[in-house]
């Protein structure tokens, strides 16, 4: 079984994931991170973040865990885990996320994992596993997700809102809800409220 949990950033869908995939017992996928050690890899190189031929040479050791209480991203035998949230991935990574060509890699990553797990990101319902027969979207205004993640980060509320809003615009061609998709704004809701409504909608 492969359930998909899509949605804008900073909506809640890694720790929504964790928590619904802890409760069935399942790993869970956070697509999401591949994406931003390809960047970080690339900016550590130098190398231009448009140009895939600059990129996919750097990829060949990278490998995702996908752990049930934390995804981790490995290049050979060194953990990228804690570098990837920061700034500076977030202000390339949908820069990264538009080349075709490392959205191929990333898509094959991902259909390499063993069923049954919880898969989280933006295209997971329409493009990855379109066939899921259980699939969420969730969203809340960028305000609140602004709130939430400046709970995280260094920056202020208003600066975080900026950066999120623009990478929703950078990201909208690969962020369309899928038409099967339950769509839940977590904005009233608890971290716990969101994870009682899937798994109340699996039963
Ligand atoms: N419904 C919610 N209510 C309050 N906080 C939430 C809710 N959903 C998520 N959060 C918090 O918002 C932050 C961002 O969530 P995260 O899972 O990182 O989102 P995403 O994976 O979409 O970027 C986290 O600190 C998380 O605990
Ligand atoms: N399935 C996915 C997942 C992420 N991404 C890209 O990767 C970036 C980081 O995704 P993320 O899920 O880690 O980001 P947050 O929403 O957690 O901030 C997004 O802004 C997209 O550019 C994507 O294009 N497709």
């Known amino acids: 079984m492969i359930v998909t949990i899509d949605g804008v950033a900073a909506s809640g869908k890694s720790s929504v994931s964790s928590g619904v995939a802890q409760a069935l017992g399942v790993p869970y996928v956070s697509s999401g991170l591949l994406y931003r050690a390809v960047t970080l890899l ?119 809102e900026a950066a999120l809003t623009e990478r929703d615009r950078q990201d909208t061609t690969q962020s369309a809800p899928a038409p099967d998709a339950r769509i839940i704004d977590t904005g009233p809701l608890t971290l716990q409220g969101v994870i009682d409504t899937i798994l109340n909608d699996l039963r």
């Open 42 to 160: 690339g900016l550590n190189a130098g190398a231009d973040l448009a140009d895939p031929s600059a990129l996919l040479p750097l990829l060949s050791p990278v490998r995702l865990e996908p752990l049930a209480s934390g995804n981790r991203v490995w290049n050979a035998d060194h953990d990228l885990s804690a570098d990837l949230h920061s700034t500076r991935v977030d202000g390339g990574v949908s820069t990264v996320a538009a080349l075709p060509e490392i959205r191929e890699w990333v898509d094959a990553q991902l259909r390499a994992l063993p069923a049954p797990l919880v898969a989280e990101g933006r295209d997971m319902g329409t493009n990855v596993f379109p066939h899921a027969p259980h699939k969420f979207y969730l969203t809340a205004s960028p305000r609140v997700r602004a709130e939430r993640r400046a709970r995280e980060r260094p920056e202020d509320i208003p600066a975080i």
